[in-house]
């Protein structure tokens, strides 16, 4: 019985899986993906052989969703079924996507950030901005929604004038970037002041991918991996007594990697070199709310935690505090773990982060 490879990995978000032991297949989401189609629906590869499973075999998707490449695999002996659970997946997850994301207009953040204030905040939004606001008391407000007046300040400088904004500009900035003036009554929620924006960015993408697994958990499909950009889920096993194998790629060309074994976790990696504002890396887009500037210690922070929703924002909290401070606060969280790589490159652990 031949030996299934069906491995990706992803240069710019640092997280590369494989469902064999065997190799790894480089899948930039730079690059132009194939997706076959049926009938207008996601095109579904249906994998044969999947090593220590009789009948069981894998089903691998891929697609665009939330700005990055999504991949699906779900471990399992019926195609059709499969096919089914993984087009109400993705359906469910481009629903959470039109609700959440701040580039449309009539999303429930986009109608949030222009008028400042709704009266209808949905269950997800009110959940993920619980979320948010636990985050940022957590880190001391070094992770916060409302950034997004500054991010769109350095992207607006450098899209236009080509250059960084400058301590005046960011100064002016700042009094717009308050978690706590974030209010919430119901399903109302409030900007306390004008021109005040959030951005889900930090946490969003995880909490979509948690309702993925979620989605084909309710399908039947308990052995499945989900990922999107850096975020995933790692759900029940590739085959009897076989966790998934992660690996965490070096921030810096040539790096090596990093592997571990995932089962029932999720997983999350932040890093400067994800969105970049310099070359070097030194500026870069996870920014310090309390004073506008980027992180500037680590390079990258990988955070396994019991959702994707929280190792995202706790990926992006610990960016910002570093790798000291980081150790701390993710030894004191129940079930979470993480591993920060500074810019020289050095690797520091949490004491239940186990590599192989």
């Known amino acids: 019985m031949a030996t299934i490879r069906a491995a990706f990995t992803?240069?710019?978000?640092?997280?590369?899986?494989?469902?064999?032991?065997?190799?790894?297949?480089?899948?930039?989401?730079?690059?132009?993906?194939?997706?076959?189609?049926?009938?207008?629906?996601?095109?579904?590869?249906?994998?044969?052989?999947?090593?220590?499973?009789?009948?069981?075999?894998?089903?691998?998707?891929?697609?665009?969703?939330?700005?990055?490449?999504?991949?699906?695999?779900?471990?399992?002996?019926?195609?059709?079924?499969?096919?089914?659970?993984?087009?109400?997946?993705?359906?469910?997850?481009?629903?959470?996507?039109a609700a959440l994301t701040r580039y449309r207009d009539d999303s429930e953040v986009g109608r949030l950030n222009l008028t400042g204030s709704i009266d209808?905040?949905?269950?997800?939004?009110?959940?993920?901005?619980?979320?948010?606001?636990?985050?940022?008391?957590?880190?001391?407000?070094?992770?916060?929604?409302?950034?997004?007046?500054?991010?769109?300040?350095?992207?607006?400088?450098?899209r236009t004038n080509h250059v960084l904004p400058n301590a005046g500009q960011i100064a002016e900035r700042l009094p717009l970037v308050d978690f706590r003036a974030v209010r919430v009554d119901g399903r109302r929620v409030s900007l306390a002041r004008k021109g005040m924006e959030i951005t889900l960015d930090g946490i969003g993408k995880g909490y979509i991918v948690d309702r993925g697994i979620e989605t084909l958990k309710q399908h039947g499909f308990a052995n499945v991996l989900v990922e999107a950009g850096g975020d995933l889920v790692a759900s029940g096993s590739k085959a009897p007594a076989q966790p998934w194998r992660i690996g965490i790629r070096r921030p810096r060309p040539n790096g090596t990697v990093l592997r571990f074994?995932?089962?029932?976790?999720?997983?999350?990696?932040?890093?400067?070199?994800?969105?970049?504002?310099?070359?070097?890396?030194?500026?870069?887009?996870?920014?310090?709310?309390?004073?506008?500037?980027?992180?500037?210690?680590?390079?990258?922070?990988?955070?396994?935690?019991?959702?994707?929703?929280?190792?995202?924002?706790?990926?992006?909290?610990?960016?910002?505090?570093?790798?000291?401070?980081?150790?701390?606060l993710i030894e004191d969280l129940a079930d979470c773990e993480g591993c920060f790589i500074g810019k020289d490159l050095s690797v520091a652990r949490t004491s239940g982060f186990r590599t192989i």
């Not at 076959?36 to 691998?60: D, E, H, I, N, Q």
């Not at 997004?148 to 300040?153: H, T, V």
Request: aromatic residues 4%.
């Open 10 to 97: 992803d240069p710019t978000t640092g997280i590369s899986m494989s469902n064999t032991n065997e190799g790894s297949a480089a899948l930039s989401r730079r690059q132009v993906l194939s997706i076959v189609a049926a009938s207008g629906a996601l095109g579904l590869a249906w994998k044969f052989g999947l090593p220590g499973a009789s009948k069981a075999r894998t089903a691998t998707a891929t697609r665009t969703l939330m700005g990055t490449t999504l991949h699906l695999t779900v471990v399992g002996d019926d195609a059709d079924a499969a096919r089914s659970a993984v087009d109400a997946t993705l359906a469910r997850m481009a629903e959470l996507e």
């Open 120 to 158: 209808d905040a949905g269950d997800d939004l009110l959940a993920l901005l619980d979320l948010g606001r636990d985050l940022s008391e957590k880190g001391d407000g070094a992770f916060d929604v409302t950034v997004q007046p500054l991010l769109s300040l350095y992207r607006d400088e450098l």
């Open 261 to 328: 074994d995932a089962q029932d976790r999720a997983i999350a990696t932040s890093g400067d070199y994800l969105q970049p504002f310099v070359p070097d890396c030194s500026v870069h887009h996870i920014l310090d709310p309390r004073t506008g500037l980027s992180a500037p210690e680590l390079a990258s922070s990988t955070i396994v935690a019991p959702t994707a929703a929280l190792a995202d924002g706790l990926a992006t909290l610990t960016m910002v505090l570093g790798s000291e401070r980081s150790r701390s």
